[in-house]
């Protein structure tokens, strides 16, 4: 009887699982139109802005926003950050930034220094500089980098909206997009830490006001040009856009206009003025405005189509090597099972291949001390049999095996960011999230994902990680990596109490980390509905407030009916239904970029079960 009654439960939960997917799918249509983001050869982000028309300034605003009138902007690259004072320094200019900090926005910086910047920068990248340095006139066919005329300026900030904001018309919401009056302090931040607009650009409603190519005139718009305009032949005033850490918010809409005559590069300009570099026409795909005729409809179709979603598979033989003792549950057989399924299934010649890539000491040291690392290729090469407990049994070639794990991981981030692939697997061992900066545990040598997540940062510049973490065990050194670090907000769901005995509600993060620490523990007995009741209830909210760059899976189907070590009900389907919220987590923050990392499951069928409704939906 009671067999029966699960039975049920589980078809309804099936029911319910399907019924849940549909509005997911639909959902991600809004990602289709999240432009692309390129890094430029100086380590720059840019996102490429689609062409398209717009209605350029606001029937409600200040007189200098009227008359409201159409405008075709074409395709062109704009920086996802306003410049920061770092930036500024690599090329010998003076820093004349009030509020000293390399990650901050530089500011008091007069245009001539802006437009010198941008020449700067394009020589450095072997472009052609914009700007005649005597005249100041600018060159719109050369292709280097310049400042963006007010039309571009106002047309990026609004991403196809035609509110007040980029986000609507609500100014309540303002304070998590902008750094202004009302929330800065009176100071800069450091660019980024706000919400991006629709577009993925940050601080175009705050921080500091930016500087635009064009000359300043309240009148303009009632002669403005339908294509491309450029401002007025001269005037005394340069325009200023976008508001700043010391602006009221009606200072803040897409459409607010202000002006500065700060030419003299003799005097700073104010400390709430910086600016952003555009580059042009070469890079526009549609120099040809298509006929004006409808609104925001015009835009969707000028955005890049969404790609087919490509899946990333990372393996390798060497997995194979790390030997644990006789009878182990973590033993090379759970590869063995995932790769035989995903062959039988007919998936495996879907994915695209990708081999781990040498790892430097770097990236181990980001995360593990240096005396760690060395005792770790030392025991296992000594034949030690275990390192620092009977808990992780090694053989010589699991060091190998471990770095190659590692490699696996930055492999698969590397073919992400350069969209290679749009999400990736990684069918590694040994698993990571146990494994401590100085210290083995539980089957872990190396902790992967924390290695992964640093590599994210430093070689691709991404700020926000989101970790998921559904391992049926809490994933404790991976909350310890990152337990202080707001830029990593870890989430964990797993049985309690339970190995390896952390992971409970109260463990939220420290110091500036509090609140990036989310451990849901769940009891033994949990099935596939709290799961996802989790992750609607209290994943999906807290992911979309922190608004991740980039999203990491501790993929452990240790949760499993079957499995040999946990005591949960979770099924395939159910591991489908958790991958469907994390991709749609993604691609509504970060375009799908995804890379999912295996960690427990230790029931060969159960996992393989698993794994392929995992990737299953991965290649959706
Ligand atoms: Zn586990």
Redesign the pocket.
Known sequence: MAQWSEKLMIKAVCLLLVLAIVPGCRRTKDTASMPEVIKTKTGIEMVKIPGGWFDMGSKNGSPDETPVHRVWISSFWMDRFEVIQEQFKKYQLPDPSHFKNPKHPLEQINWTDAALYCNDRSRAEGLEPCYDEETWQCSFQANGYRLPTEAEWEYACRAGTGTKFSFGNNVRKLKTYAWFLENSSGKTHPVGQKKPNPWGLYDMHGNVSEWCNDFYSENYYKDSKEKNPKGPAEAQERVLRGGAWNSSAGSCRSSYRTSDPSIDDTCLASDAIGFRCVRGTPLGDNPNAPPNTSTGEDMTKENPSKKASKTGFVYDDIYLEHKTTEGHPEAPQRLVAIVDRLKTKGLYSQLFKLSPKPVSSEWLTAVHTPEYVERAKESCEEGAGYLDSMDVPISPKSYKAALAAVGGVLCAIDAVMEKKVTNAFCAIRPPGHHALKDMAKGFCIFNNLAIGTRYVQKKHGLLKILIVDW???HGNGTQAAFYNDPSVLYFSVHQYPFYPGTGSEIEKGGGQGLNYNINVPLPAGSGDADYVRVFKEKLEPAARDFSPDFVLISA?F?AHKDDLLGSMKVTAQGFAELTQIVKVIAEKCCEGHLVSIL??GYHPDGLADSVEAHIQVLMR
Do not use: Q, S
Request: hydrophobic share 15%.
């Open positions: 391992d049926v065990h452990g240790d960690e427990g």
